[in-house]
């Protein structure tokens, strides 16, 4: 091989090394991590040497047999948050980040305060709640029965119907249930992606 040969082969390989860890592992990982962050949510726990489970929903302990009862904590039929979870690579690097408002408070865990309007409508659909509840028809004659005491569900809602007030003040503390972050697990799926991306330029070199 004269030298001018070594030289285009050395170029071929340093624009093929430069492709690999500027282009194509930052893609690759961003796959990996995602679909990694996302059996998270399949998982109802973080995985980091191990999984650590979330602290079951009210929706989960209450259980149900309505379409709701069959999701997990923090699922549902969209699957909104889970599937918000994106990779955005970039030269040599890739992050990953779910946009979604309410994400944060969910990984970090932390106090929710708000102060939502209550409107004509919260306050008609909280009546219909108290009926539901209470197994009453709205408009249904009075009788035997018709004085029973409410759940203590169903008073909850005809508070919040009958309540004077213009604002709700909610103050909510949010169990922490990490679905992305520092993983082992996931530490070691990237490092294997890259020592085998490593492996296979080798290889190739050793063709030539």
């Known amino acids: 091989m004269q030298s001018k040969d070594i030289v285009r082969l050395v170029e071929r390989l340093k624009d093929e090394v430069e ?3 500027n282009d194509r592992l930052p893609r690759k990982v961003g796959i990996i991590a995602v679909q990694h962050f996302r059996q998270n949510f399949r998982d109802s726990g973080f995985r980091d040497g191990g999984l650590q489970p979330w602290k079951k929903s009210q929706r989960e302990l209450a259980g149900g047999r309505g379409a709701a009862a069959r999701y997990k904590t923090l699922t549902s039929a ?4 889970m599937s918000s979870t994106e990779a955005h690579p970039g030269r040599g690097e890739v992050s990953i980040e779910n946009p979604v408002p309410y994400a944060a408070i969910h ?3 932390g106090t929710l305060v708000s102060n939502p309007t209550i409107t004509p409508k919260m306050r008609k659909f909280a009546w219909a709640m108290v009926y539901k509840l209470s197994g009453k028809r709205r408009g249904a004659p ?3 029965g018709a004085q029973q005491p409410l759940s203590e569900e ?8 009958l309540t004077k007030k213009k604002k709700l003040h ?5 169990p922490k249930r990490q679905f ?7 530490t070691e799926k990237v490092n294997k992606e890259i020592t085998d991306s490593i492996n296979k330029i080798k290889d190739g070199i050793s063709t030539l």
């Open 78 to 81: 969209r699957n909104h948050l």
């Open 19 to 21: 492709r690999e860890v």
């Open 107 to 109: 990984n970090e865990g």
């Open 170 to 174: 909610i103050r909510a503390k949010m």
């Open 154 to 161: 169903a008073q909850r809602w005809k508070a919040l119907a």
């Open 142 to 144: 009075k009788g035997k």
């Open 180 to 186: 992305i972050g520092e993983s082992r697990e996931l």
